[in-house]
C-alpha cells in the first residue's frame, strides 16, 4: 500500500504492525483514507464498516466529492442507540444517511434496530447480517475512554453483537448531540469486539488532544479489556491515522 508523501510510522507488536500514520490535520487524514478505500474497491472489497461519531465526516465528505461508485457495495454500521427510531435526528442511521448514504447511495445499508421490540433477537440478526457480509474494510472512530463502537472499558474481547450500558463519560461526551444530557439514550446496539476484529483491515481515525490518552494506551499500553481499543493490537491490519494532537502523548 503506498501513502504518498505522508510521514508514518509502523510500531512493531511482537510479530504485529500497527500503521501509525501521523497528520496535520483532519483534512489529510480523510484524503489518506479515502486513498485506501479507493484501493481497497481496487482490489474488490465490497464490505465496508462505518462509523458515527464527529470523527469520520471529513472522510465521508471525502468520499461524498470521490468519483467512487458504491451502487453495487455494502455497508455496516458499528452501533445505533436504544429507542430512537432511524427517523430521529439523534439516531445513527440519520447521521449517515445526512453524512453520507443520502449522497452516496450503497446497495445495502445496514445498521440495528434501536427500536426492536426483541433486543435479543435484533442482536443475533446482526450477527447474522455480519456473518452474511464479511467486512472488507471496517472504519473506527476512539472514545476519550478507549471504547470501539460501543464496547465500553471493561467489555469482554470475545462477545459479537449486544446490548451495552453506556457509561457516564460516554454519555457526557456524545451529549453534545442532544438538548441536554438527560436526553442521551442510556444502552445502545453495538457490533462486538469480536465481530469488529473479524474484518480484514480496520482504520482508526483520532483528532484532537482528548483522544491523546486513548490512544497512546491503544498502541503503546498492555492489551486490556479496561481499554478496548488495545485489542488492535492483535489484528495484523490495522492503520491509525491521527493528526499531531491525538498523536501528542506517543513515545
Ligand atoms: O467521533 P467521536 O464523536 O469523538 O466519537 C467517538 C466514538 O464514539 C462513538 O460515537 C460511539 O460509537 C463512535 O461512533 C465514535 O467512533
Keep these: 500500500m503506498v501513502y504518498t508523501n505522508k510521514a508514518y510510522s509502523f510500531i512493531y507488536l511482537e510479530e504485529k504492525i500497527m500503521k501509525v500514520i501521523t497528520v496535520k490535520n483532519q483534512l489529510e487524514g480523510a484524503k489518506i483514507g479515502l486513498d485506501i478505500v479507493s484501493e481497497k474497491m481496487a482490489a474488490g472489497a465490497k464490505t465496508f464498516g462505518l462509523a458515527t461519531g464527529s470523527t469520520p465526516v471529513e472522510f465521508y465528505n471525502q ?127 453495538s457490533m462486538g469486539i469480536a465481530s469488529i476484529l473479524k474484518s480484514k483491515t480496520l482504520i482508526l481515525m483520532a483528532w484532537g488532544h482528548e483522544k491523546a490518552e486513548a490512544v497512546k494506551g491503544m498502541i503503546e499500553g498492555e492489551v486490556t479489556e479496561s481499554l478496548p481499543a488495545s485489542v488492535l493490537q492483535q489484528h495484523d491490519d490495522v492503520i491509525v491515522i491521527i493528526d499531531e494532537a491525538a498523536a501528542s502523548l506517543l513515545n
Design 63 to 189: 468520499i461524498i466529492n470521490s468519483d467512487l461508485d458504491f451502487t453495487d457495495k455494502t455497508s455496516i454500521n458499528l452501533d445505533e442507540y436504544v429507542g430512537l427510531d432511524g427517523s430521529d435526528e439523534q439516531s445513527y442511521r440519520y447521521f449517515m444517511s445526512q453524512h453520507l448514504f443520502n449522497e452516496k447511495p450503497f446497495k445495502a445499508n445496514f445498521l440495528p434496530n434501536g427500536k426492536a421490540a426483541d433486543l435479543d433477537k435484533e442482536v443475533k440478526a446482526y450477527d447474522e447480517i455480519i456473518d452474511a457480509h464479511p467486512i472488507d474494510l471496517q472504519i473506527l472512530g476512539i472514545g476519550q475512554n478507549g471504547h470501539i463502537g460501543f464496547n465500553e472499558p471493561g467489555t469482554s474481547f470475545d462477545v459479537t453483537t449486544h446490548v451495552v450500558d453506556l457509561t457516564q463519560s460516554t454519555i457526557k461526551a456524545n451529549s453534545r448531540y442532544f438538548a441536554n444530557e438527560a436526553d442521551v439514550p442510556k444502552q445502545a446496539v
